[in-house]
């Protein structure tokens, strides 16, 4: 009933940057927090990026300083502005968003993920 959309992965050079992009569509009543996860082979998924629904944000140390998360003018849209990757950012990352749908369930819902490579 969600679906989140994400884009702008791909190969980069360490100290290079670049922007992830996830979309929600659906029968979305409002959108609560979303935030973006990457999971490495062999790893767990971790939390890179959290935002809330008034805007306060949340980053794993491993990645502050280095990027940014924020939602576009359109509610449904969320960002991570990468900057000066390193290869040990390189995952696949996942968008994650939760609600309230608009017949009235909460939903937690995660998108396809999208592949992020650091190397030179």
């Known amino acids: 009933q969600v679906q989140l959309v994400e884009s702008g992965g791909g190969l980069v050079q360490p100290g290079g940057s670049l922007r992830l992009s996830c979309t929600a569509s659906?029968?979305?009543?409002?959108?609560?927090?979303m935030g973006w996860y990457r999971q490495a082979p062999g790893a767990e998924r971790d939390l890179v990026a959290l935002i809330t629904t008034d805007a306060r944000t949340n980053y794993a140390d491993s990645v502050k300083g280095r990027f940014t998360i924020y939602r576009g003018n359109a509610d449904n849209t969320m960002y991570l502005q990468m900057n000066s990757l390193k290869p040990e950012d390189t995952a696949v990352y996942y968008c994650?968003?939760?609600?309230?749908?608009?017949?009235?369930?909460?939903?937690?819902?995660w998108g396809q993920g999208t592949q992020v490579t650091v190397s030179s």
């Open positions: 659906g029968i979305i009543f409002s959108i609560n927090n």
């Open positions: 994650n968003a939760d609600g309230r749908l608009v017949a009235g369930p909460y939903f937690n819902s």
